[in-house]
């Protein structure tokens, strides 16, 4: 059961600072994001059914939820003018999907565990081709990294 449509602002406060020791990394701090969200609640105040959320950075995603998470279909659409679209499970992307970078390059196909795995192409912005992933990294003939 969900409840009516509503907007509420629902910020977070992280702040990080990173530094390198030698070959490792040290992080520590605390990055300042807050967001907006109107839409659907479930009747423990979770985002649930379709919604709109903004974010403090300028990305903003809008589609379907479950729990408080990004769950079914949706579109992300990222401040730099990047674009996800298709079917997410428990806040990561899952199952088909289209990922538009701003360049022009862009990757169509499965994603697993919100990175690109199995069959699925990406077509950079210079024309070439990879055609598939495992794990997030591309492998096989135009695989390059």
Known sequence: M?????????????RIAVTWIGNAMNAAGEVVVGGEYEGERNVDGEFEGDGIFRNAAGDWYRGQWHG???????????????????????????????????????????WRAGRQDGGGAVRWADGALVSRYEE???VGEGAQW
Request: net charge negative; glycine share 16%; with cysteine.
């Open 68 to 110: 408080g998470a990004k769950h079914g279909y949706g579109m992300y659409f990222f401040a730099d003018g990047a674009v996800y679209e298709g079917e997410y499970v428990a806040d990561l992307k899952e199952g088909r999907g289209t990922f538009r970078w701003a360049d022009g390059a862009r990757y169509e196909g499965e």
């Open 2 to 14: 969900t409840q009516p449509w509503c907007t509420a602002l629902r910020p977070l406060r992280v």
């Open 136 to 138: 997030g990294m591309p």
